[in-house]
Nanobody, 124 residues
Framework: QVQLVESGGGLLQAGGSLRLSCTAS????????MGWFRQPLLKELDFVAT????????YYADSVKGRFTISKDNAKNTVYLQMNTLSPGDTAVYYC?????????????????WGQGTQVAVSS
């Protein structure tokens, strides 16, 4: 059973930064593409960012492009989401996900494993 554990969420003021981490109990994360999604309260799950298995190809939602950076440390089986210039619109539960393929993907249905989520709340 693959487990993903997120950490790093919290409450902060607009303009601040946070780094989310997600560690996977995978034999080797170098075979898995990873993604971050978020779900604001009472809203649908939205794609945020994805990174391929090697860590050299990334893709972002337009709403976070230029502010968020996804990265991957395969030696630690960990994926990160560096979030800068946060605004109240970024408030959500953030989930990391892993897919049994190396290519990036933006649809939740393309991911096979999910973390439990970590809350990010940004005040104005």
């Amino acid at each position: 059973q693959v487990q993903l554990v997120e950490s790093g969420g919290g409450l902060l003021q607009a303009g601040g930064s946070l780094r989310l981490s997600c560690t996977a109990s995978l034999r080797s994360s170098s075979f898995y593409a990873m993604g971050w999604f978020r779900q604001p309260l009472l809203k649908e799950l939205d794609f945020v960012a994805t990174i391929n298995s090697s860590g050299y190809n990334t893709y972002y939602a337009d709403s976070v492009k230029g502010r968020f950076t996804i990265s991957k440390d395969n030696a630690k089986n960990t994926v990160y989401l560096q979030m800068n210039t946060l605004s109240p619109g970024d408030t959500a539960v953030y989930y990391c996900a892993a897919r049994q393929a190396g290519e990036i993907a933006t649809a939740p249905s393309q991911y096979h494993y999910w973390g439990q989520g970590t809350q990010v709340a940004v005040s104005s």
